[in-house]
């Protein structure tokens, strides 16, 4: 085997050399916004997205976005309620759910559009 000056290490298959690349494996698997900004990287990225998957940083750079994301919609969450207060689930069940629904949708926008799509 042959080392350059960035360590990586070669093995010789036939007639070529070849890098021995390993990506480590994630420990836990991404959510539904890790998963949104690793296919945004991907479509619309992707030479950062290569980048960070050759040099390892990707997956910790979407499980930040990740948990990053979810803090920002609980916390937009927490603020348009106290904006827009919801009717009584009890004796209301319907226009409850239809504006915490709401609520949800424009939360999720300002997420998507300041995390995950920028």
Known sequence: ???NSRNVTYSTVGDYQ???LTLNQP???LG???RLRRTYLMNHRPVLYNTMLLN??????LMEVEQTAESRMQQTMEQLLKQNPA???ESRQMAWVQHMNSLKAQ????VLTELIYS
Do not use: F, V, W
């Open 107 to 110: 939360a999720e926008e300002l």
């Open 27 to 29: 420990r836990k698997p």
């Open 1 to 3: 085997m042959n080392t």
């Open 56 to 61: 390892g940083s990707l997956y910790p750079h």
């Open 87 to 89: 009717p009584d689930k």
């Open 18 to 20: 070849l890098p021995n």
């Open 32 to 34: 539904k916004y890790g």
